[in-house]
């Protein structure tokens, strides 16, 4: 300690205090301090998981419209940039942005009714499937009592009144309605300041202006494709079951528009319904032949086409693809599975793309491009060993075969 007309200044270092044992205490707390904040993350993501599990009724429909603005801002640019008024621009959007909505529902309410109407029709053939497959069970051990059990609780009038009743509390979404149109309103007019907002942003905080540029050009492009190729992924299904005469085709076609959302699972989800009604109507043969043409059509679609119009806007690895759906339809229910990617890329942006320390998770979140990279020259590496190898080899016997 030094004296300095009548105050002290401090000039010891950790050593001097205390000597080699506390700066190795001092050095053994730094993990613990890191496993402290680790468990902190780690209860902070649960209490937000319940907390947005407790509003999903109003966090879904806003974070709905939120997309669906991300989705139609580069109209607004295209039309100011033709000199449409900022307000006329505004408007267009949200006239867009209602009439696929208006559309969208249309068609649910025709599938619906459809549906409701198709039910009684094969009501006859579902009970003879029934008694089909109690004789299966029987012939593999099943008990009677067990599939009495079974049967008596499955009516098919019931699935008639479930789907009535879903048309009918149809009116009790219009508070779900009023959300969604408010929202973009609002959104949209806000939009009209974004830009300008974000230059003046990006000299005070750079990557976050980045990260949220990135965020609304990869959630645009991934919601934009994936529309369009789950239209023609409908489509194509629907045009299939009409030539195979699976009843309810339409209804079909657009389940599978709707499924196409979902990652991983969603084409499980739309080939069951086209399988059942298929196999009613013409059996083995029918239900094979959706099978394939529904492979054909998800694995051309979803596997090779939507990939490489995508690219790495979805830098997620497949395996939190799949948990995402899981995750975010337990937690906001069944939108939750269909807007698993862009809440999951807002989470990582929030989280990692915002904070320079965190880079390193990115390759780990599925940002594989690097590691492509890596991979392809240490092939090309093992493969010129390899030939190197062989030509040794080669030349080894014949030295042997000409002495």
Known sequence: MKWRRGRTTDTTTPADDGGPEVAEAMAAAVPQHRNAFILMGIGGAVLGAFGLASIAPIFAPVFFALVLTICVHPLRDALER?????????????????LLLLTFGYAVLVAFGQFAALLPQFEPQIEEWLGDVASWLTSIGVTADQIAAIGSDFDPSVLVGFVGGLIGGLTGWVSLLVIIFTMLLLLAMDGAFLPTLLRQLRPHRPLVVTALSAYASNVRRYMVVTTLLGLVQGFLN????????VPGAFIWGLLSFLCSFIPNIGYFIAIVPPLIFGGLVGGWPTVIAVIVVYGIVNAGVQSVVQPRVVGNAVALSQGITFFSVLFWALVIGPVGA?????????????????????????PLLGDLDDAKDSMAATDAELKAARAARRAERTRGAGAADHP
């Open 82 to 98: 033709r000199g449409v008024p900022r307000g006329l621009a505004t408007g267009s959007v949200i006239l867009a942005v209602i």
């Open 338 to 362: 269909i807007l698993a990617i862009p809440l999951t890329l807002l989470v990582r942006v929030l989280l990692v793309d915002t904070n320079p320390s965190m880079a390193w998770m990115r």
């Open 238 to 245: 629907w045009l299939a079951l009409v030539l195979l005469g």
